[in-house]
């Protein structure tokens, strides 16, 4: 059993269900804590608000009856750090598209919106054998003397 404070390094395969989405960001933000960002850094609160985002996307839209989501992030590059967040779901048919901007009167349609908004790229790619993984790339804060450094592992992976 998956508890809340532990992120296993293989990667997360969660239900898809509200309380599987909500902790999709909570695993999320304890991983970016290892990583050096505090949950009340710019760069963990960004994260957060996309992991939860396309894993409540994952959930309402790419649900299949039985089948779960993934969750993937991963930190690359020197000096300047990106973390990549993936969510992948079973449903190849239901793929996101670039958002319109919605208006006034609209309840709905804003959470692409806002990943289109906070992050330097995103997009999807087919899963094999089956589904689609919405990714998501993030321009992270510089660390400081106590996070990753030059001197860290180039890549690092939940997967």
């Known amino acids: ?4 404070n532990t992120l296993p390094d293989e990667g997360v395969q969660l239900p898809s269900t509200p309380r599987g ?3 999709a960001r ?5 991983r970016m804590g290892e990583w050096g960002y505090p949950s009340a850094s710019d760069t963990s609160g960004t994260v957060a608000l996309l992991v939860a985002e396309l894993a409540s996307n994952a959930v309402r839209h790419g649900r299949v009856p039985g089948r779960d989501f ?6 690359f590059g020197a000096p300047t750090r990106t973390i990549r967040i993936e969510v992948s779901d079973a449903r190849e048919d239901r793929l996101p598209v670039r958002p319109p901007t919605p208006s006034a009167e ?4 804003r959470g692409l919106l ?6 330097t790229r995103w997009g999807v790619t087919p899963r094999t054998p089956v589904g689609k993984t919405v990714w998501a790339e993030v321009a992270a804060d510089r660390l400081d003397a106590a996070g990753l450094d030059g001197s860290a592992r180039s890549r690092i992976s939940l997967e």
């Open 106 to 109: 609209d309840e709905t349609g």
């Open 1 to 4: 059993m998956l508890k809340a």
């Open 26 to 30: 909570k695993l999320a933000v304890r």
């Open 114 to 119: 806002l990943v289109e908004l906070l992050t």
């Open 70 to 75: 993934r969750l993937r992030l991963t930190a």
């Open 21 to 23: 989405a909500r902790l």
